[in-house]
């Protein structure tokens, strides 16, 4: 029994570190997604394509997306 809670415990430790990591990855990726997004759109904007700009545009609610995926 005693065996089983220490593998339950470590189980639980590994479950929680795992999700803190993928946690800050995402959190970088959206980061670093939004960050380009926002350069791209305004690179076309200032390129007169507004079509091209507002198919990068980053979605607000949704980080990691764009306004069109994000519908």
Partial sequence: MRDALNV???EAKRAVT?????????????????????????LYNLAGEPELAAAVRP??????????QAR
């Fill in 8 to 10: 339950v415990g470590r």
């Fill in 18 to 42: 795992i999700l803190a990591d993928r946690n800050r990855a995402k959190d970088e990726y959206d980061q670093v997604f939004s960050s380009t997004a926002r350069t791209l759109e305004g």
């Fill in 59 to 68: 979605s607000q609610r949704r980080p990691g997306r764009t306004v069109k």
